[in-house]
């Protein structure tokens, strides 16, 4: 008991904490996917990882409070809910273990794949960027494309 007290109080703040922190990244990466340029979206598959990775830290936390601190937890559902049984108390801790656990399971199985495909998206318009850059070059040293970096003022005729 002495392990973690107020377990079911105390990791109410760090999910709410981390909940916000995945709304702004999600905000962010609306923002950077449609008009931000690539170092953004690079950015944004970088940030979407790490806060996923906290999350899932903090759930499987929560997970092991609900799975290994029942007398605990049970008690302060009973203080919280002082019309429950000890029965309804621990059906209610065994339903937030398994919702959790499903939440981190999904939350892995699609972190994984999102980060997989956004990475693939974002190497492939870097590549895109670098292709058509390449092009650019390429006419500019056959004589069919003036270079833009220099002023019309500077150029020979």
Not at 12 to 26: E, K
Not at 38 to 47: D, E, T
Not at 107 to 113: D, H, K, P, R, T
Request: proline content about 3%.
């Amino acid at each position: 008991m002495w392990i973690m007290p107020h377990a079911a109080l105390d990791l109410t703040l760090p999910w709410a904490i981390v909940s916000l922190l995945l709304l702004a990244t999600g905000a962010y990466g609306y923002w950077g996917t449609t008009k931000g340029c690539i170092w953004h979206k690079r950015q944004f598959v970088s940030a979407s990882w790490g806060f996923l990775l906290m999350y899932l830290c903090w759930a499987i936390v929560y997970i092991a409070v609900e799975n290994n601190h029942i007398e605990k937890v049970n008690n302060d559902c009973g203080e919280r809910n002082p019309d429950w049984d000890e029965g309804a108390c621990e059906l209610s801790r065994q339903s937030t273990v398994t919702i959790a656990t499903v939440f981190v399971t999904a939350g892995m199985v699609l972190g994984i794949y999102f980060t997989l495909v956004l990475s693939r998206w974002v190497s492939g318009l870097e590549w895109k960027a670098h292709l058509e850059e390449e092009q650019r070059l390429e006419k500019w040293r056959s004589g069919q494309l003036e270079n833009s970096m220099i002023p019309p003022s500077d150029r020979r005729l």
